[in-house]
Structures are given as C-alpha cells and as structure tokens.
C-alpha cells in the first residue's frame, strides 16, 4: 500500500483530480479520519471534508506510485 498526501480546496481540483485518478490501472481512494472514498467517484470526492490533508492510498507498484504521485504534485500537501 503506497500513500501521499494532498490538499483540495475547489470544484476544479476535485475534477482534475478525479480524471487523473480515473486513468490509473489500479484502485485509488481517498481518505480523510472518518471517511474513505474512490478517487474515481465524483460524487465521493465531493462528499469529502476538505479542510484538511486527504490521504491518497492506492495498491500498486513503485513505478505506478511514483507516476501518479508526479502526475499529482499540483496538489501535494506540504503539511
């Protein structure tokens, strides 16, 4: 299980989010304390608390991880 941190703060990034989560070979979720969701569902994302750091989780190799980590660094969390 690979997992980083990101912070989502509009609509857009929601949306842009989603579609990179969405190309993606493997299963991705996002997770708050009380919450995990499929990062491919819109509806789910949109469900999310975003006042703070969502845990992006996803089971895949190294290579896999660290594209999608790349391809998500707009918005990584510096927290």
């Known amino acids: 299980m690979h ?8 609509m857009d990034e929601i949306k ?3 579609q990179l989560a969405t190309v993606q070979p ?3 979720s996002v ?3 009380w919450q995990c969701v499929n990062a491919k569902s819109f509806m789910g ?3 999310l608390d975003l006042e703070n750091p969502l845990h992006v989780k996803m089971n895949c190799n ?8 790349s391809q ?3 918005f990584l969390s510096c927290s």
């Open 62 to 69: 190294d290579t896999e991880f660290e594209e999608f980590r």
């Open 16 to 18: 842009r989010f989603v």
């Open 26 to 28: 493997f299963e991705v």
């Open 3 to 10: 997992e980083f941190l990101i912070r989502l703060s509009t």
């Open 31 to 33: 997770c708050t304390d």
């Open 45 to 47: 994302m949109f469900s």
């Open 72 to 74: 998500s660094c707009a």
